[in-house]
Structure formats: C-alpha cells, structure tokens
C-alpha cells in the first residue's frame, strides 16, 4: 500500500448480477463513499454498491 492507499481508506465497489466487482472510487471518509452511493442510485438496474476500508469489507 502506497501513502496514497493510506489517505483514501475506503472503496465503493459495484457488483452486478454475475457477481463481477468493479471499483469505483476511493475516498476519505466512509461518509463521503455512501454520498456517492446515494449519488449513483439504483434506477431499476440489478446492482450492488458496497463501501468496503482497504483490506477488509465493511459494508
């Protein structure tokens, strides 16, 4: 983990139907992670966005 990974702590990750994960960002805060979250919405799409800290899942 690089200096970088230390100061964004925490991931939103996608995960769709077929169980495929994708990043899509790294923030500071859990806080602002679920923003995002609450930003992206569902819209009717299968998907699962999960906040998860580098290392371990937190959901």
Avoid: C, F, H
């Amino acid at each position: 983990m690089s200096d970088g990974d230390t100061t964004l702590p925490w991931l939103v990750v996608r995960q769709d139907d077929n169980g495929n994960r994708y990043r899509v960002g790294r923030y500071a805060t859990r806080s602002e992670a679920e923003q995002v979250i609450d930003r992206l919405g569902v819209y009717g799409q299968e998907r699962l966005y999960i906040v998860e800290r580098v290392g371990r899942a937190v959901s």
